[in-house]
């Protein structure tokens, strides 16, 4: 499914890439700024599709190497909702758990992943990717 929607926005990319040229070659002051803005869409599309791209494989990379560790936070005992979230009360439990690791040794990376873990579980998602990024760092620091 990946595939196939990266192949529509290279699609897409190229249609307006395409239509970017069609406008720069009106001649107009207009169509050429309108033709650059066009061009310059793609472009920005394209590094934003690699970037998450990048992401998602470090993501799985990390997750795989704590399945294998035997460290992938345990979330199989705790009480979920009707939509299979966890409940509130012990997301924050859990996260509590993981803060307490992690403030212990914040340069571990699979403590910044654990925690990076914990707050996408307590619904915090911002500080989630954060947390992700600053594992994928040290994990990448480590090697």
């Given amino acids: 499914m990946i ?4 192949i529509a926005l290279i699609v897409y990319f190229g249609i307006l890439g395409w239509r970017g040229i069609s406008l720069i070659a009106t001649g107009t002051v207009a169509g050429i700024g309108l033709g650059i803005g066009v061009i310059v869409l793609p472009l920005i599309g394209a590094w934003m599709v690699y970037a998450t791209l990048r992401a998602g494989i470090e993501h799985q990379r990390l997750a795989a190497i704590m399945a294998e560790d035997g460290q992938e936070l345990d979330i199989s005992a705790l009480p979920t909702r009707a939509s299979g979230r966890v409940e509130r009360d012990a997301a924050d439990e859990l996260f509590a758990t ?10 571990n990376w699979r403590k910044t992943y654990r925690i ?3 707050y996408d579980y307590a619904g915090d998602r911002s500080r ?4 992700m990024k600053r594992a994928v760092a040290q994990f990448h620091d480590e090697e």
């Fill in 3 to 6: 595939a196939g929607l990266v």
């Fill in 98 to 107: 993981c803060k307490a690791e992690w403030e212990a040794d914040p340069g």
């Fill in 116 to 118: 990076a873990r914990a």
């Fill in 128 to 131: 989630a990717r954060e947390m």
